[in-house]
């Protein structure tokens, strides 16, 4: 267990409306994403985040925007939630070892549903 | 970064050997290659990582021949507890922000009885 939580897991909203998406570690990991999951497809990443209030874009960051002000806490926060960002949203947490890249760690996911 | 190309789905039998290959043709010298598994309304799960040659841990075996133009994940015997979706990243992340990791789509693999 690697120590990562994310928050809430499930959540409907409606069109319009701010949603945040918390991802918590325990073990002070410089690096954390963001990705999320679509019915049948892979994962793609939303933004990254490189160390405290260092981030980057991902994949697919339009609409969405993150900060770490903490090195425990990442936030992804959908301004004004659209139904197209229906999703399942991981979070995730590199766990580096020994000479090679690490690994990702991923939360349990966050169900939202935008009506 | 290096792209990757694996096939989008593979059926198996329990207790056959699945070898699953990727295509790396761009992979970088500083490149690592990864595999992760994902079981349905879960998050992925490293599988194994290796540079080159062959590596082996309790779950699956890597091989990568000598250009890393490609690998193959081996799984040995699988069971209908393997169905699920394999993907292989390449990368190390020596990149402005470092490690931008990107998974493609993967490869189903559906174990029969």
């Known amino acids: 267990d690697a120590g990562i939580t994310q928050s809430p897991r499930h959540k409907v909203t409606e069109t319009g409306t701010p949603v945040t998406l918390r991802c918590h570690q325990t073990e002070n990991h410089r690096y954390m994403y963001w990705y999320r999951q679509d019915p049948g497809h892979g994962l793609r990443l939303i933004h990254y985040s490189y160390g405290v209030k260092d981030t980057d874009k991902g994949e697919v960051s339009d609409g969405y925007s993150v900060s770490r002000s903490k090195t425990e806490d990442f936030l992804l926060t959908l301004e004004s939630a659209t139904s197209s960002q229906t999703s399942v949203y991981f979070c995730a947490i590199r766990v580096r070892s020994g000479r090679d890249t690490g690994e990702l760690f991923f939360g349990e996911g966050s169900r939202l549903t935008v009506l | 970064l290096a792209k990757t190309t694996q096939p989008i789905s593979m059926d198996s039998y329990e207790g056959q050997e699945v070898n699953i290959t990727c295509s790396h043709n761009?992979?970088?010298?500083?490149?690592?290659i990864t595999w992760y598994q994902q079981f349905p309304s879960q998050g992925p799960r490293f599988i194994i990582q290796?540079?080159?040659t062959k590596v082996t841990n309790e779950v699956a075996s890597l091989f990568i021949p000598a250009d890393r133009k490609s690998s193959t994940l081996s799984l040995p015997r699988v069971s209908l507890s393997d169905t699920a979706v394999y993907y292989c990243l390449v990368g190390d992340g020596k990149m402005t922000g470092g490690f931008k990791t990107i998974f493609g789509a993967g490869t189903r693999l559906f174990v029969k009885a």
């Open positions: 290796g540079y080159k």
């Open positions: 761009n992979i970088a010298t500083n490149d690592y």
